[in-house]
């Protein structure tokens, strides 16, 4: 049993009235006690729900990114003129509207935006479909590359995807505890921020509640990024609805966007598992469907967003144009054949 990690157990898990947030600092080490598993399970499970509990803060936040970054494994830069987009998706995935972010990020990188995601395997509590899971449905195999492999596909190929399970088992080893508990910890949150890229770049995270948010922003700020995007999106990821208005927040600004203002107004395209990397494929083959619509969208917005395009009618306008053309089905193509070849 650790001593040291008992006493920050007993500063977060002592209630109401006498319980304590702790300092970056704490945050920290708390955290990296917990990723080399210093504490004892039950010491971490604990952790883990007087944490959710009590609610952390921003400044715990960005402690707990402070541990990702010095035991967490990070690309080093490639040679772009842009930010790498950091395409952020929940962990636990989708169960209820089908993803829109693996057609953005090709989208995106067939643009010339470089594109960096992360995640791991079927994580608790959802256990929604991850996005490896759908890449690997498309023949993008990202769970078989080390990190120099990584970097060279990102370099030549504008996408990449940090796989936990392999590049950063320490943090992929958390989710025995959240099965057990039940809930989600806040590292659930620290996953939706945290950038496994080590140069410029651009983080793209969702949020389904405002005080997360909140607490996001507060987290940005202490460690000194200022170029990042908060989206209210589907079911807590990147994707921008088209049943509700979005809402987002970038840097300090709030920018609202409304799909009915640009003829794209309709219902969130429902997730069915056995038919999604089919319905995926249909898009990038420029069938008409509502699918489309959603990608068209996203794409659109994010063409815009990412400085690719001069405004958001001109960026729906070229994403329809990289779709139907077969352009960004040939990105898929390239990243078959750019990660088959280190099988």
């Known amino acids: 049993m650790s001593d040291k990690f008992r006493e920050l157990l007993r500063k977060v898990g002592s209630g109401r009235h006498t319980g304590k947030d702790l300092t970056r600092a704490e945050a920290e080490t708390a955290t990296m006690m917990i990723l080399q598993q210093e504490a004892t399970p039950a010491q971490i499970g604990a952790f883990l729900i007087a944490h959710r509990i009590k ?19 990070k690309l080093e830069p490639i040679a772009v003129d842009r930010p790498v987009v950091i395409l952020s998706s929940p962990y636990d995935g989708r169960s209820r509207s089908a993803p829109i972010n693996q057609i953005t990020a090709l989208i ?10 992360h995640g791991g395997d079927r994580t608790p509590t959802k256990h929604g479909i991850p996005s490896i899971e759908i890449w690997q449905g498309l023949g993008v195999n990202w769970q078989n590359l ?29 989710v025995t505890y959240r099965d057990q508990v039940g809930k989600r910890p806040p590292f659930a949150t620290v996953e939706l921020i945290w950038s496994p890229y080590s140069g410029n770049a651009h983080t793209i995270c969702g949020f389904v509640h405002p005080p997360t948010e909140t607490m996001m922003r507060e987290a940005f700020a202490l460690r000194g990024v200022k170029n990042f995007t908060t989206v209210k999106g589907s079911e807590g990821s990147c994707d921008i609805p088209r049943d509700r208005t979005a809402i987002i927040g970038v840097g300090e600004e709030r920018l609202i966007v409304s799909a ?26 420029g069938k008409a469907s509502e699918l489309i619509r959603s990608a068209i969208w996203n794409g ?5 967003h990412c400085g690719i395009s001069p405004d958001l ?16 089905m040939q990105k898929l193509v390239e990243l078959r054949s750019a990660t088959q070849c280190y099988i």
Not at 152 to 167: A, E, K, R, T
Not at 313 to 324: D, F, M
């Open 55 to 73: 609610r952390p803060t921003g400044i715990e936040l960005a402690g707990m990114m402070d541990a990702f970054d010095r035991l967490g494994s």
């Open 108 to 117: 995106l990188a067939t643009a010339g935006c470089p594109v960096l995601m």
């Open 146 to 174: 080390d990190l120099t492999q990584i970097h060279q596909v990102l370099s030549q190929n504008l996408l990449g995807f940090v796989y936990l399970p392999q590049h950063f088992p320490l943090a992929h080893d958390l």
């Open 260 to 285: 009915h203002d640009y003829g794209f107004a309709g219902q969130e395209f429902p997730l069915v598992e056995t038919e999604l990397v089919a319905d995926i494929l249909a898009v990038l083959a």
């Open 300 to 304: 659109g917005f994010y063409l815009w």
């Open 313 to 328: 009618t001109a960026g729906i306008a070229e994403a329809e144009q990289l779709l139907l053309s077969g352009q960004v």
